[in-house]
């Protein structure tokens, strides 16, 4: 029953990383398509949000290597 539920967490888990990848993704995108030549815009990240997306793409690879499970 414990296993269960941590599963499920972890699932949770692999769903909000991806999320929030995708976000970061579209922000990106969207940063580069309106910057032109004469004012370039900058997509700035401060540490904290560089670091939640670092652990969600380390999280992502985990899980398309190893699986979710326990």
């Not at 967490?9 to 990106?28: D, G, H, K, Q």
């Not at 380390?58 to 398309?64: D, G, K, N, P, S």
């Given at each position: 029953?414990?296993?269960?539920?941590?599963?499920?967490?972890?699932?949770?888990?692999?769903?909000?990383?991806?999320?929030?990848?995708?976000?970061?993704?579209y922000y990106?995108?969207?940063?580069?398509?309106?910057?032109?030549?004469?004012?370039?815009?900058?997509?700035?990240?401060?540490?904290?949000?560089?670091?939640?997306?670092?652990?969600?793409?380390?999280?992502?690879?985990?899980?398309?290597?190893?699986?979710?499970?326990?």
């Amino acid at each position: 029953m414990v296993l269960l539920i941590i599963n499920k967490i972890l699932i949770l888990l692999f769903f909000m990383s991806c999320l929030n990848a995708i976000r970061r993704t579209y922000y990106f995108i969207q940063a580069w398509i309106s910057s032109s030549s004469e004012e370039p815009v900058k997509y700035i990240l401060n540490k904290k949000d560089m670091w939640i997306l670092a652990a969600s793409i380390a999280y992502i690879l985990t899980v398309l290597f190893t699986g979710i499970n326990i």
